[in-house]
C-alpha cells in the first residue's frame, strides 16, 4: 500500500482526504516513480469540483496531480533509457498526489542534479500546455503573441519558449508582475481597461496571434479584435467564452495531440543554458494539498505552487 490525497465526491478543496491505495505496478512502456514532488495546477481544482467532468471523468476515489519529479523504483517491460535509482520529471494523467506514481516514459525525463525536485515538478504540465498552445497557434518567428495572464506557470514558460524561437510577445498581467514580465523577455502590459490600447502602443505594428490564460471576461473578443480572426486566437481557461466567440480551447483532452516529449527537450535546454525561469510561488507538504488548491483557485500566482513528498 502507499498513501495519497484523494477525493471521493466533487466539491471543494474540503472533499481531499488522506487514503491509502495498492502500490501500483508498471505496465509495458511504464515506470513507477517514488514521489519527491508535484506541482499543482488549475486543472487539479477545476477537475476536483466537477466543473471539468465532461473532458477529463473521473473514478472516485481520484487522486490529483499531473506532473511529478521523483526516483525510479521498478521499470515495466519495454522500458528502455530508464532505470531504478534515476532522478526524473514528468507527466501523467492523473495519480501524482501520492508517495508513488505510475508514468509513461514518453512523457519522463531524466532530471539533471541542478534542478531541485520542487522546480522540476513545477515543469511538465506548464512546458506541455506552452508547447501544445504555439503549436496549435502556430506561432513563428517574426510574429508578436498577445498573452493574456503572462505570469503564472503556463505564462512563466510560454514566454521563454517564445523568445528562444524568435517571437515577440507582449504579455497582461497586474501592475506588481510588469517587472516580471520584462524580465522574462516579454513587452509587459497592465490588465484592466483601456487594454486594447495599450497593447497598440506598445505592439505598433500588430498582434498576429493571441492567447487566454487568464480566463478574464472580455479578453477574447478583444483578442480577436486586435488579431483580425478568432482563428487566431486560442484559450486554456475558458471553454464558454471560446464557444461563444469561435476560439479554439485546447485543454490537452478529447485526443488533442499532446507535445510531453517537445516540450521537457526545450524546458532542459533552457536549463543548459542557464536562462530557465522557474519561479515558484509557494511549496507546501502533501498533506496541505487542500490549502494548495485553494491558493491556486485565488490566482494571481506568479509562478507554480508545488507540493513535497
Do not use: C
Not at 179 to 197: F, K, M, Q, T
Amino acid at each position: 500500500m502507499t498513501k495519497a490525497i484523494a477525493f471521493t465526491q466533487y466539491g471543494g478543496a474540503d472533499v481531499l482526504r488522506p487514503i491509502e491505495i495498492e502500490l501500483p505496478a508498471p505496465g509495458a512502456g511504464q515506470v513507477r516513480v517514488a514521489v519527491r514532488a508535484v506541482g499543482v495546477n488549475p486543472l487539479d481544482h477545476k477537475v476536483r469540483s466537477g466543473a471539468l467532468q465532461g473532458l477529463f471523468p473521473v473514478a472516485f476515489p481520484a487522486v490529483s496531480g499531473y506532473e511529478v519529479s521523483g526516483v525510479v523504483e521498478e521499470v515495466g517491460p519495454e522500458v528502455t533509457g530508464f532505470a531504478p535509482g534515476d532522478e526524473v520529471f514528468g507527466a501523467l494523467m492523473g495519480g501524482g498526489y501520492a508517495e508513488h506514481a505510475l508514468l509513461d516514459v514518453t512523457h519522463l525525463a531524466h532530471k539533471p542534479a541542478t534542478l531541485s525536485w520542487e522546480e522540476a515538478a513545477a515543469v511538465p504540465t506548464a512546458a506541455e500546455t506552452a508547447q501544445r498552445v504555439l503549436a496549435v497557434l502556430g506561432a513563428r518567428a517574426g510574429e508578436t503573441l498577445l498573452v493574456h495572464g503572462a505570469a503564472g506557470g503556463v505564462g512563466t514558460l510560454l514566454l521563454q519558449f517564445a523568445r528562444a524561437r524568435g517571437i515577440t510577445v507582449v504579455g497582461t498581467a497586474g501592475e506588481a508582475n510588469q517587472d516580471y514580465l520584462r524580465e522574462l523577455g516579454a513587452i509587459p502590459v497592465v490588465y484592466g481597461e483601456g487594454l486594447a490600447e495599450r497593447v497598440r502602443a506598445a505592439a505598433p505594428g500588430g498582434v498576429d496571434r493571441a492567447l487566454d490564460a487568464a480566463g478574464q471576461g472580455g479578453v477574447l473578443p478583444l483578442s480577436i479584435e486586435l488579431t483580425g480572426s478568432a482563428e487566431r486566437v486560442v484559450t486554456i481557461a475558458d471553454i464558454e467564452g471560446g464557444e461563444q466567440h469561435g476560439v479554439r480551447f485546447t485543454g490537452g483532452a478529447g485526443g488533442e495531440e499532446m507535445h510531453h516529449r517537445a516540450a521537457l527537450d526545450a524546458a532542459l535546454a533552457l536549463h543548459r543554458e542557464g536562462t530557465l525561469r522557474l519561479p515558484l510561488h509557494r511549496v507546501l507538504p502533501l498533506a496541505e494539498a487542500a490549502e494548495a488548491q485553494r491558493l491556486s483557485e485565488l490566482g494571481h500566482l506568479r509562478g507554480k505552487i508545488v507540493l513535497t513528498v
